[in-house]
């Protein structure tokens, strides 16, 4: 369950935490200010964080449609892939194997097929599909997206610190941002933000290992799904 904070009680808990209450140092009464300075501080030490744990917290999906080309476009907010899945016939989903450099030569050719394509390779901002698949297939990327800029954020807008901890790490960190500029001495500040960052990595990481690990079930023909078991290998 996300832990989520409305910017307006961020801005003021990182003032109280920085001694900045009524003080105009920064910004005055416009709040934009610390508005950028949560978001870098969420964006570096609270989101980054729990997403390169691998845990499946902020993941999303994008429905990718295959045109004339041999690849499909990453949305343009993609951090990580998880994984690429062709949407068949009553939405039905068969997950597609990620190749490596070495054996993408294996899989290349230029010829496209009417069956959706069973391998895919991620370069650059490409996910490159073999066999090349014809136009209208559906591909369902599931994928970490890149922090979000919560700087615009209305007062009332949450933004989700995951965990106590990731809350503390995020009001300190601002805090500490917030009295360097002031050329005051933030080490307090920056040590206890670092402690709540340990503490957030070390739950991210628990809860990863206690993600389920299962065998993937695979088809040895292409298409959608077989309803025949001796199609399904491990």
Not at 84 to 101: F, K, P, Q
Not at 132 to 156: E, F, M, N, W
Request: net charge negative.
């Amino acid at each position: 369950m996300p832990r989520l904070i409305d910017m307006s009680a961020l801005v003021l808990r990182s003032k109280q935490r920085a001694d900045k209450v009524g003080d105009d140092h920064i910004g005055g009464s416009d709040t934009s200010e610390w508005n950028r300075l949560i978001s870098e501080v969420w964006g570096a030490d609270v989101f980054s964080v729990v997403a390169g744990t691998g845990l499946r917290y902020f993941e999303t999906t994008a429905d990718l449609v295959s045109d004339s080309d041999a690849y499909l476009d990453e949305p343009t907010n993609c951090l990580s892939v998880i994984r690429l899945n062709y949407v068949g016939t009553g939405g039905i989903e068969s997950e597609l194997d990620e190749v490596n450099a070495y054996e993408e030569s294996f899989f290349k050719t230029s010829t496209q097929t009417a069956n959706p394509s069973r391998y895919f390779a991620l370069v650059d901002n490409r996910i490159y599909l073999y066999p090349p698949p014809a136009s209208g297939k559906t591909y369902r990327l599931t994928y970490i997206p890149q922090a979000p800029d919560v700087s615009g954020y209305a007062s009332d807008a949450c933004v989700d610190v995951v965990t106590p901890d990731g809350e503390a790490c995020l009001i300190w960190g601002v805090a500490a941002l917030a009295r360097a500029k002031a050329s005051q001495d933030a080490s307090f500040h920056m040590q206890q933000s670092e402690k709540y960052r340990e503490r957030l990595i070390g739950w991210a990481a628990e809860r990863v290992m206690a993600q389920p690990r299962r065998r993937v079930v695979r088809l040895d023909v292409p298409g959608d799904r077989s309803t025949d078991p001796a199609e399904f290998n491990w």
